[in-house]
């Protein structure tokens, strides 16, 4: 592994990938977003320029804030980062408490599911 210039040789630098940082490193070991659950399915919109401020915000925050100029769903957020959805969805719940995203559910995923439309294709499939 090559060295620093001081000379030291580090593990955790990748020089074909880059820097390794491990996921709870980036969320600060919490695994659950602030202000509630957040689906896969629903659009993050940046809020104007004007509203954010430059406090403390990781590199990541700030790679989500410029994603999300044009709605863009959560998991197609998290594919373009290269993120998993677990980091995201945490970095997603601090962007939003902080005031600097909106979210849009789809409608579809507000609604609880109708448990006879799922017995009928559970047994459709059985029937299969």
């Given at each position: 592994?090559?060295?620093?210039?001081?000379?030291?040789?580090?593990?955790?630098?990748?020089?074909?990938?880059?820097?390794?940082?491990?996921?709870?490193?980036?969320?600060?070991?919490?695994?659950?977003?602030?202000?509630?659950?957040?689906?896969?399915?629903?659009?993050?919109?940046?809020?104007?320029?004007?509203?954010?401020?430059?406090?403390?915000?990781?590199?990541?925050?700030?790679?989500?804030?410029?994603?999300?100029?044009?709605?863009?769903?959560?998991?197609?957020?998290?594919?373009?980062?290269?993120?998993?959805?677990?980091?995201?969805?945490?970095?997603?719940?601090?962007?939003?408490?902080?005031?600097?995203?909106?979210?849009?559910?789809?409608?579809?995923?507000?609604?609880?599911?109708?448990?006879?439309v799922l017995k009928a294709v559970v047994n459709g499939l059985r029937a299969l």
């Amino acid at each position: 592994m090559p060295a620093d210039p001081m000379g030291v040789a580090h593990d955790w630098l990748d020089h074909d990938a880059g820097p390794v940082v491990r996921p709870y490193a980036m969320t600060q070991g919490r695994v659950a977003p602030t202000g509630g659950e957040i689906d896969m399915m629903a659009f993050v919109v940046a809020t104007p320029a004007e509203a954010q401020p430059a406090g403390r915000l990781q590199p990541e925050h700030h790679a989500i804030v410029a994603n999300a100029r044009e709605p863009i769903p959560v998991v197609e957020l998290a594919s373009s980062l290269d993120l998993s959805i677990g980091v995201v969805r945490v970095l997603l719940g601090d962007l939003r408490s902080a005031g600097l995203i909106s979210m849009y559910e789809p409608p579809a995923a507000s609604r609880s599911h109708d448990v006879d439309v799922l017995k009928a294709v559970v047994n459709g499939l059985r029937a299969l």
